[in-house]
C-alpha cells in the first residue's frame, strides 16, 4: 500500500509540474513573440525540462523531518520517471502520427519525429538522476527549492489539489495496467489489455493502398 500511495504521490508531483512547466513555456513564447524553434532550441528547452524534474522528484525523496534519503524510494522514482519519459514519447508519436495524417489531407509537409533526440534527452535526464544519488547535495538548489515549494503550495490548494490528485490517480492506474501488460506479455506473449489507436489503422490502410498503387503500375 505504501507504495501505491509513493507512486500516486509521484503522479500529483508529475501533473503538477507540467502544469508549472506549460505556464513557462507561454511565457517563453510570448518573449519569442510566436518565432518558430529551432530543433536544438526544442530538445535544448525539454532537457533543461526533464533535469529539472529529476531534480525535483529526487527531492520527494527526502524524509523532511531527518532530511535523509529514503532508499527504498530511488528505486521505484527511477522506474517511475523511466516509464514517464517513455510515455511522453509515446503520445508524442501519437500527435504526430495524427498531425501528419491530416496533413497529408491538405496535401501539407508532414512533421518528422527525432527518436534519437528524444532517446539522448531521456538518457541524459537519467544520468543526472544516477548522480545525484552519488552528489545528493547538488539537488538542493534555488530552482529545484522553488518547484518543489511550488507543487507542494498547489497540492495543499483545495480545488486545484483535488484536480491534480485526480490526475496522479490515473497516472497510477495507467502505470499499474503498463506493468500488468509487461508482465504478461513475458508470460504469455501477449498483453493482457490491447489498446488500438484509430491513426494505426489508418496508417496500416493507407500503406496497403500504396503498395496496391505500386503493383497495378508496376
Given at each position: 500500500?505504501?507504495?501505491?500511495?509513493?507512486?500516486?504521490?509521484?503522479?500529483?508531483?508529475?501533473?503538477?509540474?507540467?502544469?508549472?512547466?506549460?505556464?513557462?513555456?507561454?511565457?517563453?513564447?510570448?518573449?519569442?513573440?510566436?518565432?518558430?524553434?529551432?530543433s536544438i532550441e526544442i530538445y535544448f528547452i525539454k532537457c533543461i525540462k526533464y533535469v529539472l524534474l529529476v531534480d525535483v522528484?529526487?527531492?520527494?525523496?527526502?524524509?523532511?523531518?531527518?532530511?535523509?534519503?529514503?532508499?527504498?524510494?530511488?528505486?521505484?522514482?527511477?522506474?517511475?520517471?523511466?516509464?514517464?519519459?517513455?510515455?511522453?514519447?509515446?503520445?508524442?508519436?501519437?500527435?504526430?502520427?495524427?498531425?501528419?495524417?491530416?496533413?497529408?489531407g491538405l496535401n501539407a509537409p508532414t512533421q518528422k519525429f527525432d527518436i534519437k533526440g528524444e532517446i539522448a534527452v531521456i538518457?541524459?535526464?537519467?544520468?543526472?538522476?544516477?548522480?545525484?544519488?552519488?552528489?545528493?547535495?547538488?539537488?538542493?538548489?534555488?530552482?529545484?527549492?522553488?518547484?518543489?515549494?511550488?507543487?507542494?503550495?498547489?497540492?495543499?490548494?483545495?480545488?486545484?489539489?483535488?484536480?491534480?490528485?485526480?490526475?496522479?490517480?490515473?497516472?497510477?492506474?495507467?502505470?499499474?495496467?503498463?506493468?500488468?501488460?509487461?508482465?504478461?506479455?513475458?508470460?504469455?506473449?501477449?498483453?493482457?489489455?490491447?489498446?488500438?489507436?484509430?491513426?494505426?489503422?489508418?496508417?496500416?490502410?493507407?500503406?496497403?493502398?500504396?503498395?496496391?498503387?505500386?503493383?497495378?503500375?508496376?
Amino acid at each position: 500500500m505504501e507504495l501505491l500511495n509513493f507512486i500516486f504521490r509521484l503522479g500529483v508531483v508529475f501533473a503538477i509540474y507540467d502544469f508549472i512547466w506549460a505556464i513557462i513555456e507561454i511565457g517563453l513564447s510570448f518573449l519569442r513573440l510566436g518565432a518558430e524553434r529551432t530543433s536544438i532550441e526544442i530538445y535544448f528547452i525539454k532537457c533543461i525540462k526533464y533535469v529539472l524534474l529529476v531534480d525535483v522528484t529526487f527531492l520527494f525523496c527526502f524524509n523532511l523531518e531527518s532530511n535523509n534519503i529514503l532508499v527504498y524510494n530511488l528505486g521505484i522514482t527511477g522506474m517511475v520517471l523511466l516509464s514517464y519519459f517513455v510515455g511522453k514519447i509515446q503520445k508524442q508519436q501519437q500527435r504526430i502520427a495524427v498531425m501528419n495524417m491530416i496533413r497529408s489531407g491538405l496535401n501539407a509537409p508532414t512533421q518528422k519525429f527525432d527518436i534519437k533526440g528524444e532517446i539522448a534527452v531521456i538518457m541524459f535526464s537519467m544520468t543526472c538522476f544516477v548522480l545525484l544519488i552519488f552528489y545528493p547535495q547538488y539537488s538542493h538548489n534555488s530552482v529545484s527549492v522553488w518547484f518543489h515549494e511550488s507543487i507542494l503550495n498547489i497540492e495543499d490548494t483545495p480545488i486545484f489539489g483535488f484536480i491534480f490528485k485526480v490526475v496522479g490517480f490515473f497516472f497510477l492506474m495507467n502505470l499499474l495496467v503498463k506493468m500488468i501488460n509487461g508482465f504478461m506479455y513475458l508470460v504469455t506473449g501477449r498483453p493482457l489489455l490491447h489498446f488500438s489507436s484509430s491513426f494505426k489503422k489508418y496508417k496500416k490502410d493507407k500503406d496497403d493502398e500504396d503498395f496496391h498503387d505500386y503493383e497495378e503500375l508496376k
